[in-house]
């Protein structure tokens, strides 16, 4: 292997920092970018063992290249050396959350309170929400697995034992019986060798178990050997944390907990929904106690039939072996034999940090949380969350979810131009990459831009991202673009049996189904409802669900629909659009040709299908003012009206809205000769 001083590529190594059983980091110097990297290199030792580790080695390289978010240390690039391989990525100047635990690395050694825990779990959970959204379990959280900077910004680190979940394919380190994980942070689908069963939920259960030793000083189901660690995760409960240390938030303590059920159905529904609650927790005024109060044993087992557990950990030695090894990017060597390394898989004593005055001013981490805690009901709310967020990201511009969340509320506040900037900073930031790339792409798409504008973002999710939800939602759009409707309603349905959350793939279903015929108003309906309840402040389900009201004659609905969407952007011209359509239905022509005046107001030059909007409301206006004695007013209006809806004809329209306006325009023209 290479020392000190030589060189790999462009790469100087400087000095070892860590080494495990897959092999040795190093920090070095890229002197193409003036900055330090650390360098992965794979050892191996026999021709199975380096072909098995060389696979896990590549595995890692590839999944965690996928994956770009502030607390997930990104991936540069994989050199290949003759039968060596090395992995270039992000060099952390930290220690791993053990160590950290403790003060190291910390001003003073001061060791954290409550709510800076909470704040670095948080943290980790959105890292794995991001992780879990490209379809990454990882399978292996641990607090050797994750690394605390000098400013509590915390990183998931060591995606080897990670697998692409969609796909749920058993490979060289996965395969039946062979438990992966560490004993003491894995759930018990991962301890009953059950990989087809494990996913997103049990990345959740092995952060809570961080977030019980963080708060307890020992791990959960902490016992004296593998085969007692495996029994307790699989049929005991941990002992309430309020138990060893009274002083732990009953708040906190149920977020752990929940985190920490044996059934995944119970646990929280997704790392996301586990970083809110985090996000939501206020700390008590209280100080921790100092360390020193005795830990308790596990709590009582359940009675389960002692003869099941060795059939679960049959090999258990090679859990060890296969989820073991510790490489931590710190800025000095700890080689894995020293008890420094030993103690990042054995429990830590029963002793608990003290508390510490909080920092001289919030971070940027605590700004977000802040932004995040705040009421989301209106404009003057949204106003205020977007002034913390600026706070945000002047202190820490790398911070992603910042800038990200902010483009969000910029959004619903229709100040377009600086949301699409706001996103364009969470993609270079390292921020939830995907979704800021679709929403930049929506925004361009969706304010009558010319669509190639959005074409760049959803290209490159087809391309960054090929596997994601929001892959298939760029598909989706793309397709609407070029008029394949039942291509993109396809794609969305896809994305709703892999999820229930994305307000996109429910909003867009429902257009494609309402707009273009291919399906009924009811179904276009249940869709754009069920956006709604994700995200009620998107103005265009609003709007839409508007129209497929409309079209089932259910005015008074349709039309609250409407008014909502335009309260929500007043800019939408084709919520007016729908609301005239509305009016006119209901016999209320002045206000229905005042309804299609704003859409040619906010729309700039009007449309084909605005100005036919326009003519049956000129037609509704015309007859009015006809039958009130006003004929040479109502001539005017209906010469108006021809020429919106001839113009409509000119553009060669189909279907069903096609024939309307044919047989609209054959009225107004008998009217004409009639007056």
Sequence with gaps: MAGSGSRIGRYRLESEVGRGGMGIVWKAHDPSLDRHVAIKQLRSDGPQQAQDVRARFLREARLAARLRHPNITAVHEVIERGTTLILVMDFIDGVPLGDWLQGKGRPARAKPTYEQVSRVIEACARALAAAHAENVVHRDVKPANILVDRADHPYLTDFGLARDHEFNNPDIASRSGILLGTPLYMSPEQAEGKHRGV????????????????????????????????????????????????????????????????????????????????????????????SGI???????????????????????????????????????????????????????????????????????????????????????????????????????????????????????????????????????????????????????????????????????????????????????????????????????????????????????????????????????????????ELNPWRSQWWGSRGAARYEQKRYDPALADCEKAIALAPHLGWAYEVKGAILGALGRCQASLEAFEAAVVRKGPPTARVRFGRSLALAGCAQALYDGGKKDEAKKMLATAITDVEFFLGTSPKGSMADYAKRHAARLHELSAKW
């Design 199 to 290: 996913g997103p939920l049990s990345d959740v259960f092995s952060l809570g178990a961080v977030l019980y030793t963080a708060l307890a000083g020992v791990a959960p189901f902490a016992a004296d050997s593998i085969y007692g660690i495996i029994e307790r995760i699989l049929f005991q409960e941990p002992v309430p944390l309020s138990q060893i240390d009274p002083m732990v938030p009953p708040d906190l303590e149920a977020i752990c907990l929940k985190a920490l059920a044996k059934d995944p159905a119970a646990r929280h529904p997704s790392a996301l929904a586990m970083a809110e609650a985090l996000a939501r927790f206020a700390p008590p005024v209280a100080p921790r106690p100092a």
């Design 294 to 532: 005795r830990r308790k044993r596990p709590g009582a087992a359940r009675k389960q039939p002692r003869w099941i557990v060795p059939a679960t950990i049959a090999g258990a030695v090679a859990i060890v072996a296969a989820g073991g090894w510790w490489i931590s990017t710190r800025g000095r060597t700890t080689p894995a034999s020293t008890p420094a390394a030993a103690a990042q898989t054995t429990p830590a004593p029963a002793q608990l940090p003290v508390v510490v005055p909080p920092p001289a001013g919030p971070t940027a981490a605590d700004l977000l949380a802040e932004a995040r805690r705040r009421p989301m009901e209106d404009a003057a709310a949204w106003e205020k969350s977007v002034a913390l967020l600026d706070r945000a990201v002047k202190l820490d511009a790398r911070c992603g979810d910042a800038w990200y969340e902010r483009g969000v509320l910029l959004e619903r506040l229709r100040r377009c131009p600086e949301a699409i900037e706001s996103y364009g900073k969470a993609i270079d930031a390292g921020g939830p990459v995907a979704r800021a790339r679709f929403a930049r792409a929506a925004i361009r798409a969706d304010n009558d831009v010319d669509f190639e504008a959005a074409r760049p973002d959803l290209e490159a999710l087809l391309m960054d991202f090929p596997d994601s939800d929001f892959a298939l939602l760029a598909k989706a759009r793309i397709a609407m673009d070029r008029q394949d409707f039942q291509a993109a309603l396809k794609a969305c349905e896809a994305v709703i049996a892999r999820t229930k959350t994305l307000d996109e793939a429910y909003g867009m279903a429902g257009c494609c189904c309402q707009q273009h015929s291919i399906d009924t108003a009811e179904r276009s309906e249940a869709f754009l409802s069920k956006a709604i």
